[in-house]
């Protein structure tokens, strides 16, 4: 499966993506605002050999970035989307996008992208987003794709020996619809 935006192409994962997504997850540098990062590939690669083996309804859906105009199809991030409460409809989303391509608008339009699939395809009621507050650029990009920052988790991040707060970040089906109409998308 391919999801295909005008910079950014969201491929599915796969078994061929694998070192690549273990040296993502296992970065520390890339990972800096979390409250921890695996550093075991062999536990990363076991969890997304698990995802790509799934059978039935996923709950799930990992996505490799690409650049559209590039003929290799580098990678050049991680786009996710997962269930977050099934019953509600409501699913959560997370990116990253490497640091040698950061900053040029590949990781909102992936995030888009994200939204579009969770809402046209999974028939999502709301996704959510979270981020460290103290992760300035996690925080704008939510914002500059539409998402609404709802709540704030007082020191609910114990985050280099200190509790920090959690943004809570949303957007509805109607609401990203209703952006469409009026030709924010």
Request: aromatic share 18%; proline share 2%; charged share 30%.
């Given at each position: 499966m391919e999801i295909f935006g005008e910079n950014v192409i969201l491929s599915k994962i796969t078994i061929h993506d694998l070192d690549f997504i273990c040296g993502m997850e296992c970065?520390?540098?890339?990972?800096?605002?979390?409250?921890s990062i695996e550093s075991d590939q062999q536990v990363v690669r076991s969890k997304y050999m698990a995802r790509i083996?799934?059978?039935?309804?996923?709950?799930?859906?990992?996505?490799?970035?690409r650049l559209a105009d590039d003929e290799m199809r580098a990678p050049i991030g991680l786009a996710q989307v997962w269930s977050y409460i099934g019953f509600r409809k409501s699913w959560e989303l997370g990116f990253a996008i490497l640091?040698?391509?950061?900053?040029?608008?590949?990781?909102s339009e992936a995030a888009k992208l994200l939204l579009?699939?969770?809402?046209?395809?999974?028939?999502?009621?709301?996704?959510v987003g979270m981020c460290n507050s103290l992760n300035n650029r996690s925080a704008a990009l939510m914002e500059h794709i539409g998402m609404t920052k709802e709540a704030v988790f007082k020191e609910e991040l114990c985050w280099n020996g200190n509790w920090t707060d959690q943004f809570y970040y949303?957007?509805?089906?109607?609401?990203?619809?209703?952006d469409e109409e009026d030709g924010i998308r």
């Open positions: 970065d520390r540098d890339l990972w800096h605002f979390e409250e083996n799934e059978g039935g309804e996923a709950t799930a859906y990992d996505f490799i970035v640091p040698e391509q950061s900053g040029q608008g590949y990781g579009k699939f969770a809402f046209e395809q999974l028939s999502a009621h709301k996704v949303s957007i509805l089906e109607k609401e990203f619809f209703g």
